[in-house]
């Protein structure tokens, strides 16, 4: 398997299938769905869904059920993004090298735009119930095709909403904003906390939905969530590792800028050895987890490899 | 039928209702908690929830299954205040007499609090899913029950998300917000497109909910739809006439505060007097619907008209 084309291959499918649930540019509202579109659209490596379109192809899903998940996923991960960049947050005006949806429609546009893709989502995710074939779960003999029941579909409605929430990928940013308003010295069981809930989270949903969708049982789906977790927090180690190590052209934002921030991360807490080893660790924790699962994925695993080992 | 007593009951039952979705205020992301939790509880009059569960009485419900979407709506209108009452977007610092949430918690947990009270007003109505009886619509013989299906509960969470978005509540707000940061001068065309997104929206959904939870047909939840618009919008025209003819001590808000700010409204637009009865000729508009649906519910038509005498 070619790694990297296969890679480019499946994230411009995810691409063209997630761009789909985006709304059109007209109506009153107009410039609220251009900030909306224009956040949505300004790049990104597209992770989490096309981590739960894996998922949800391992755990054997054919189905277009998955579509409007992935479409919402993003969606919450892209508002997450733009509230973190506002003035009275994280205060950016560039990300991936582009300007931040504030830095061109203004700030309340902004606020707005990221209230709209939040909301948005779950509308989108709520497009699936129209999907389904009926009301019962199980198989069309003649087609032979699953369909997924409304309860399922429910279920991982619930999936979506709890880990982007207060207990989840909200959470871990009130935690992370509040620490540095206060100028709060956290320790490394804060900064796990963080990292758990504000990055992890969202990367345990996308693979437990993806299960769950498929029709997998609840062993599958914890594994899932157990894997999320490793990835996640391996994840974040390395983008905390790439602040400090890379360059400007790599990152597309300025080098260093959780330091100059006067920013806890996991390399200033641990040193920059051990967070490499945390890495190393978590992705094969994830990677066991993979292997140990009935349908091996190779291109999910080669993912993972590739992200502990990304330069940007 | 003593109305004020009857809705003072009625309220004080819907606020205990409500109060029971809150999150705990506990964990390490206990501020967070603190500050949705203070939001919603800095009082209101709980209207949306109330519209919600009388509509669902009216149309025959008697189950649990309403609760979390009655906490949810409230969520959501209390999200939007918060977000609303931003330095960024009105930049108020009192509401209801009582400081807003940025002015106590800081401007980067109050647009947390938002978009936690938002994310969680979807994961609360999750929670119907856990309460139906079963995949099956349809009554349980033994205990004469009437159960909510997976998919009804769906249709559900599909009316509140629509109605909160970006083609309902966040529309009319964005244009609300783009007008007034452009100075520009809105015609009465447009001018009804914000009352009609960013007040009616919500109260139409409550209704229909209601309405649609309870298993009525498609008539009566476009009846309900058609009801919420006029109750909507006179409600919104009323508040601007308050605006105008009230005092403090009434509104909990500076007097005028609209003018002040230079803000049109649809007294400015079409005068006191046309104002008036507008509010009257749609109020009128929505007791001949609740009149012709099957069920009457008098205590419904007592509130609908109490809202436009209301002096505050």
């Keep these: 398997m070619d790694f990297d084309r296969e890679l480019k291959k499946k994230?411009?499918?995810?691409?063209?299938?997630?761009?789909?649930?985006?709304?059109?540019?007209?109506?009153?509202?107009?410039?609220?769905?251009e900030a909306m579109n224009y956040s949505f659209l300004a790049g990104g490596k597209r992770l989490r869904p096309l981590l739960m379109s894996e998922c949800y192809r391992m755990a054997g899903g054919t189905e277009e059920v998955i579509e409007p998940f992935m479409a919402?996923?993003?969606?919450?991960?892209?508002?997450?993004?733009?509230?973190?960049?506002l003035p009275a947050m994280d205060n950016d005006l560039y990300r991936r090298g582009k300007k931040t949806t504030h830095a061109v429609y203004g700030e309340?546009?902004?606020?707005?735009?990221?209230?709209?893709?939040?909301?948005y989502a779950f509308e989108t995710a709520c497009r699936a119930f129209s999907?389904?074939?009926?009301?019962?779960?199980?198989?069309?003999?003649?087609?032979?095709?699953?369909?997924?029941?409304?309860?399922r579909i429910g279920g991982a409605l619930k999936i979506l909403a709890e880990k982007a929430g207060i207990y989840?990928?909200?959470?871990?940013?009130?935690?992370?904003?509040?620490?540095?308003?206060?100028?709060?010295?956290?320790?490394?069981?804060?900064?796990?906390?963080?990292?758990?809930?504000?990055?992890?989270?969202?990367?345990?949903?996308?693979?437990?939905?993806?299960?769950?969708?498929a029709g997998a049982d609840e062993k599958f789906v914890q594994d899932m969530e157990k894997a999320g977790y490793a990835i996640g927090v391996a994840?974040?180690?390395?983008?905390?590792?790439?602040?400090?190590?890379?360059?400007?052209?790599?990152?597309?934002?300025?080098?260093?800028?959780?330091?100059?921030?006067?920013?806890?991360?996991?390399?200033?807490?641990?040193?920059l050895e051990r967070s490499k080893q945390d890495?190393?660790?978590?992705?094969?924790?994830?990677?066991?987890?993979l292997k140990s699962v009935s349908q091996r994925n190779e291109f999910l695993e080669e993912l993972i490899i590739s992200l502990i080992t990304r330069r940007k």
């Design 11 to 33: 994230v411009s499918q995810v691409e063209e299938t997630i761009k789909k649930y985006l709304p059109k540019e007209d109506g009153v509202q107009k410039s609220l769905l």
């Design 72 to 85: 919402a996923q993003e969606m919450i991960h892209t508002y997450s993004l733009v509230h973190d960049d």
């Design 108 to 119: 309340a546009m902004a606020i707005l735009a990221g209230d709209g893709l939040l909301n």
């Design 131 to 151: 999907l389904k074939g009926g009301e019962e779960e199980g198989s069309d003999a003649a087609s032979g095709k699953q369909e997924c029941s409304a309860a």
């Design 168 to 213: 989840g990928m909200i959470g871990g940013q009130a935690v992370d904003v509040e620490a540095e308003k206060r100028k709060l010295r956290l320790d490394g069981e804060k900064l796990l906390f963080i990292h758990v809930h504000k990055t992890a989270a969202l990367i345990q949903s996308s693979m437990m939905i993806g299960a769950y969708l």
């Design 235 to 271: 994840f974040q180690i390395q983008d905390d590792i790439l602040d400090i190590t890379s360059t400007l052209e790599e990152l597309g934002k300025p080098v260093g800028s959780d330091e100059k921030n006067d920013k806890l991360t996991y390399v200033s807490v641990y040193g």
């Design 279 to 289: 890495v190393e660790r978590l992705s094969d924790e994830a990677l066991e987890i």
